[in-house]
Every structure is written in structure tokens, then in C-alpha cells.
């Protein structure tokens, strides 16, 4: 199902951009080859289920060419802003990317990924200004096993809105990439309306065929590039609000045509399937090939582009603006597995059409289970789907279903299970689904590689991987935050102190406020007012102030300390910023 | 990914039209269920062959003409699994010809709010929810309704179920008299545990309402409220604002029938407050009155554990009769004595049951548990003491839980559930 809807929009796509004659076509090629690992009665399957679905989607095709021309009336239009290049988030977004994670998933032999940025409230790119433009370049694959990946890897999507294809299957730790931001600087503007409907520019011609009421039919010429921005104006040379558009290879009217073509086309391939036309897949991939070219849509010779411009309000004219001269910025930075693969881990799943392959970090087959879908890793050897939990029984090559309310794998391997319901204890598993320890905790708690027990009587526990419990004498409340090794903790007097990834106190209980530590400061609460101490406690800077406010960030995303509403404000070093 | 939500988002623009006969042929109104409705597509696609209607489909648009709801003319139906959306022509007093349909079936019916700057009006019942929703052209006056407007139907047809528990509702009898005997209660700093008729209804609560019909099986009543400190920040005694009042009262016409005077609570001993009430309802549940002495049954541990497995295994076998059979004397009992002949409670309790079976693939019964015996010792009621409750249903992400008062009826070796 999905390779046949794959199927149509890779076809959309070579007709919709694509003028050049489909057998030195490379994205159809590189389409036709994705059919290479699949039978040919596979393919007659996929065929035959699907020619219907594609009628009703050409049904759509049909009616979504066929945009009314309206006349609006003036209190109904709508303008925009006239064109103009806005560079002000240009600094911004070059800094935008200080801690960005993949999620890797596999299916079907290939890795999928997904990136986010987990720095700010948006998980996506900041959006840029007019007439600016930007580009994700992958350079360097960082394997688990070892193996650094630089060679056809540009062309892999960095995508924070959907899964995409990035080749084999084996865990990333982590990816290089370059962010290309480019910029116009210099525009040409180029006008058409019906006084002047036909211009020359840079050795081709841009003809406005139609204008009326609210659309405008305009062609360019193939050998003209693509122009950044195209505006429409009402008769007072107002900037109307688009409300919609087509571009095409071929002129307006003829799409109908197209895809009653295709669909014969499609037709016929499930004809021949049937037939047994084909004895393999390489005799139907070739055929693929050779009679595409046969469609006569492929044929678009007219040497020019045809562009349909719908508006809220009556269009008279129309600019293009082209790109003369532009600049480029551009920033390395790394993207984390956001679920890295952990020595504890060893063996990940992967789904198939009909099973659950289990493999190790070199992407190589090791246990595979039919029939299981939709299986999550949550942690070494435990799984979940939308209904059970599992344990991967690697002795006798099985799942076990795991009938309990909730399981979670630590950091460091220790497992916590709450066997009946949410209000009760975890009980404790090796990595081995075997108990072990002899507490139960009310809450477990994980904070970088730490992992805490909390017991009934509010006592913590750092646990070690044997779940060895240490208890941790006078902390009453632990921060989630992990950072510069440092994490806050606080006593029942609520004085805060400092403690490290290792779980030993390194700075006492004497803090009445704190905030994490960043770049080896941070600035803490004692006898009254706030100070800056480095990562042993030692005072650095007494600020004299005592009412600090909400931590921001300046442009390179760096802390701002800001005390008394902004009166005063220090940066990231602890130096005074002046006004 | 992407290339599926594309392909969604094709499908989900699919219209499918026709140019069929006028006449109102296909009438929505007479539909009520979703087989129903499928019954009623399987017929057009029958009748419009041209058309391309797949009464398979989990989203079908389907705007063939003579559809209507009630001889109001429908221009478009969209069926899908969960809901029916039925769309009025526009500009032809279509919205009112509808309301006024509805209307005419269900009932007068006020406008539900809304913010936004159409008209909305609800109906609920067994079989369905409708929404109807007007959007006027010129505005959102009612007067507006015109030549103007035209309406969304939206119908969400429910399940209908069969078992007798689910249809409670049908079997409750209304009486001229249907008192519902009530205990406020008014207090500051301290708890309280209430006996009504021998039986413990609350510890050391300090809530203020308790229905009492529940635990009333005959004309002479007897409650029992022990007043006790709050025992906070370790203090023992009462504070010295420490009071409490209560009232028996008939809800049904607000009649005070026994008060407890409010009085000041001193010293650090409990406060018993007893009185005899007589109650005067139209209907006195069997309950536990036939129920045997357990106090010295010594098999009784075994036989609450074995009557928390049976409804363990009824209801991880999915066995409808066998839940229908254990809770039916309870929940009959308990709505009746409430005269409620609302389909909700019995149809919300069945369907809480379903969710337990669809979601939880084990149960667990507590095994060490104390027994408190009430009315006598025909009544009693369990603590569980290495579980947090006598049964707990377990699926992933999913608990459910359930403690109930148990009975021997006279005859049986078996205990019931029957509050």
C-alpha cells in the first residue's frame, strides 16, 4: 500500500517539476530501483489493491484544477506586505542549535530519523525573514560500532516535522551537520500587468496571458530561474493576499488529460501483471522504464512554465522578484540520538512486513520473532506495544509478555515494575527480568546516570546497578536537572546544596535560592543577597542584590542573570552588562 | 509518513456526487444505530450503481440527492465509524425546517452555549446524541432564521446493550412518595464515623453529605455518629473551636427528620451522638434481611476470596451473564431506593466493566484482610491488608479497582455483593 502511494507521488513529482525525458530521469530511476528487493507477485498485489485508490485520488486532481474565477468586492480583499528582505533572524538562527537530538527508528532493513530541537519551546526551526533561505548538509554519520559515514549522506533529509530515510539500518550515536543559511542581497524586479504584458529578461520572455478578477495566468520561459517571491496588485497598486496557485510544466486545462492518462497507464501495468507479462521483477522495472518515455505528457516541448495566481481581490499586475546577488552564512553543529544505544542495550528491533527482527549494533540479524508489530524498545531487554509489555527471552529466543501495570528501564540497567496498579511500589529486576534488591521504592527517580529510590518515609536511595541502596542522609528533594556535573538538592530546612553525577555532596546545604550551573557559574542565595560561585561554592561575585528575576538568554542563547526587574544584569560569565 | 497524510488528505477530500432522483427516498432520522446506517448506505449504493459508494468505508461523503432527515432535504452526509454528519442545503429555511423536525421527535429544546457565531442546540438520549448546529447568513439572532441559513446534524449513535444490568433503568417503579433520606453534617476540627442500622457507612470521614436509603431495609432506623479529634500535627484532643451538627432530612420535600443540636466538642474522648429514625419509603429492598449469621462461619475468609475470584475471572472472560449476576441485586437495589430511572448510571457502570475488560489482563484478590461485621453479622465489609484494595484489575498503564459489603442469602453457601 505504502510503495504504491509511494508510486504515485514519486510519478507526481516527475511530472510536476521535472521536464527532462524520464529515462535519464534520476529520482524515477531511484524510484524504479526501490522495486528491486520485491517479487513480482508482490508488485501484481500492490497493483491490483491500488488502481482504485488512485482513481479516487485522480477524481480529486480533477476537481481541485478547476478553481472558480471570482470578482471581489473592495471591502472583501485582503493585502499583504509589500516584498522586502528581512535579515533580523539571521543571527538568531545561526545559534539556534546548541542541543538538537534524532529519534532513529528501523523499519524494513533502513533507518528512519526525525530531529528536534530540544532547546526551546518550539521543537522546530525558528522561522527566517523574506528573501532568506536555508539548507541542512549532512557531512558525518557517527555509527555505534565505530564506523564514521561521510560519503552520499548530503542528500539525507534533516526533517523536524516527519520520519525520513537515512539509509542502512545501525544505531547513530551522533550526526554532523552543516546549516546553510543563504540570503538575497540584490533583487531585480520585473513587472507584467495588461498595459505591459510581455517583457524580456535575462534572454527569455514572462508573458501575463490572463488577468481577471481575482487570477492571473502568467508563463516564463524554461531558461529563466525560479523568482524568490512573485506579488500581485489591485488597480491602486495595493499587495493582495494570495489565496491560492498552481505551477505547471503544462498549460492550465490539460491536467484532466494527464491524469486519465496515467491512469490508463496504471491500467495497463495491472493488465500485463495480471497477464503474467512479466517474468520478474527486472523484466517489469525495465518495461517501467522504456514506456514512460511513452506518455505523451512527458513530451512537454513548449519550453516554457506555466503559472496560475489566485488573489483576495481583482489582480491587474504582477512582480516578480528575481535574485541578483546573495550571501551565505553557515554553522557546524551535532545532532545527539535522543535514545542512544547503551552497552546494556545490544540487540535493538527493527519491524518488517511480518516480523520483528532483533539486531545487534552492526545491524545484523540476531533474533527474529513473526508476527510481532509495533514493538518499542523501552531499555535493554524490554519491549512495549500499544497493549503489553515484553521481555526479550534471548535463551529461548522469545518475547515474554509481561502482565503489570508499568515498567521502567533505568540508565543503568536496573528495572523498576509496579506489578498491580499506580499507587503502589516499585519492586526491583536485573536487566535479566530476575528481582533483585530487598526495598521497594514509592519513586524512582533518574537524573542524568543517578538513579534515585524514594521510600515511604521520604528517605532517597541512590541505587547502583546491583540496586545496592545508599542512603543519602539530609535530602529531602532532588532537582531533574543534570548540569555542569552538578545537580540541586535540599534538606529539610530547605537550604539548598550542591551534589555531582557521582552522588557525593560537593557543596553543603547552605542556599536559601539556586539556579543550575551553567558555563562553570551559578548564582546562589546566602545572607540575603545573590552571588556567583563556581562549580566548588566558592564566591566569586557578591551581586548585593536580593530579588533575582527569570532567567533569559541572550542572542547566542548564552544566560542573562537579570535582578530587580531588569535593573540590573550580569552575563554568562558573572560580568556586569552594561547599558 | 508524509506520503500517507497526502494520501489522507486526498481521501478525506473525496466527494462523491450524483444526479439521482428528487424524491426523499433516504430517510436519516429513521436510523438509529450505526448498523443501521450502514444498512441505509448498502441501500443507496445498491440504487446509484454510477455511483462510486463504498459502504465499507470508514469516511464516506455521500451527497446524493433524496436524502433527507424527516423531509427535510440533506445535501451531504458524511458517515464515518464514530458520528453521522448531516449538512442542510443552504439558503432555503433549511435550519428551521430541521430544528423543527427534531423538535416535533424530541422535544422542545433550549439553546446549549456557545461562543461561536453559530446557533447550537443538544439532545441526548439512550440511542444517540444529536448536535444540530445553524449557521445563520445574517447573523446570530434568531430571528434571523430565514431564507439564510443552513444546518450541521451531528448524530453519535450508541451501543445498545441487552444485558439486564445495562437496562436497570427500565425496571425502576416511581412512586407518588420517593423520600431520600439524607445526613448533613456540620463541623470544625474532627472526623467522624457514621453507622447507620448497625452498619459502618464511613471512618473517621469529615465529608457532609450521606445518602442513608441506601442502608435503610425497614421503617425503624438506628444511627450511631462517633465524633472523634482530627488528630493533625500530632494533637490529640479537640481544639477548642471544635463543634458539630447534623440532620437527618427528607430531600424530597427538604422535611428535617431528627437534628443533633450543634455542640461544642471538648477533651480528647470520643462524642457519641445516637438517635432512632423512622424512615417512610415506598420501597424496602430484600438487601441483607434474609442473610445468614456469618460471625462464626469459619470458612468465611475462603468465601470472601473465592467470590472476588469468581468476579475476577467473569470478568477476564469477558462473561457478561456471570457480571450480570453478581452486581445485578446491588445496582438494581441501589436505584431503586434512589428512584432513578435515568439511563445513565446503569449504562456508565456497564460501560466502566467493558473498559476493565477491553484494557486489564489480570486481576489480583488480597488474601490477608480484616473483616468487620455489621447488622447483625449478615453484613460485611473487608479491609484488605497487603493489597491497597480487595480486587485489583492490572493492563498496561491500567488499574481498577473494587471493595464492596457482602451478604449470604439464606440458602446459599455463597456470599453476594449487595452494596
Redesign the interface.
Known sequence: M?KL??LI?ALLTVISCDNSQPNDNPELNEFISKLDDKSIEEIKEEMNSNVK?F???S??FE??FSNEIEVIVKEDEKYEEAFKIDTTGISKALYQFNDIVFVQTFEDYESQLEFTKNNSDSSKPINLGEGVSQKFIPNKIYYHDGEIRTDSIADYEVDFT??EAWGKVKPIDSIDITYNLNYVKDYDVVEVSLDKPKVTFKGGEITLVKAEGNYIYFTLSDTIDSPVRIQGYNAEGKVLDRSGYSNNGIAPGEMKSVFTEMLGYFKKLQEKLNDDDFENTAEFQEYLKNNLSNLDFFNDNDGIFHRQYYYHGNVKSIKLYFENDSENRETLFTARNYKPFKETDDLFAMETEDATVFLNSKGEPQITIKGSDGLENTGGNFY?D????YYLNRAEKRLDTL????VKVFNNGLVGIL??????HYTLFTSDNKPIGSKSYWLMREVGDLLFGITDDDKYYILDENANATLLTGVTKISDNLSDDRIIVSNANSKIGFMNSKGKMVIPFKYSDAEDFEDGITAVQFNGTYKFIDLNGKVLFDTKEDDIDFLKKDDQEKRIYSFDYGKTSYNYKGELIKK | MKNVIFYIVLLASISITSCGKDALKYDFSKIKSHADTKGLIAKIQLENEDEDIDSTSSFEQITIKGMHYAGVPIKEALITDNYTLLTTDTLNFSAKNLLEAIEANNGLINLTDSYSDRLEFGWKDETEDKTLKINLVNGKHLAAFGDKDYAELTINYKPIYTIPLANIHKEIKTFDNQAKYVLNTRSYDCVYDIIVNDIIITESSNETEFNLNNYIVGPDSSIKIIVKPRQKDGAKAFNEQAYFTAAIVNNENEEIIEAIEKTALKGSTPIVFQTDFNSTLPYYPKAWTDGADLRNDERLKDKVIALYDKLGKAMLAKDEQALNDIFYQKDFEMQQLDFDTNFEPARSEWETYLSVQLYCYKYTVANDFDIEFNSGGKLIYTYAKDKSDMIIFTGKGHDFTLNHYLYQPKGSNELKIIR
Open positions: 505504502k502511494i509511494y507521488t485508490q482513481e479516487s485520488i477524481k480529486f476537481n481541485s516527519f520520519d512495549e500499544y497493549n503489553y509489555f502482565l503489570v501495570y508499568d506489578p498491580e496498579q499506580e499507587n503502589e
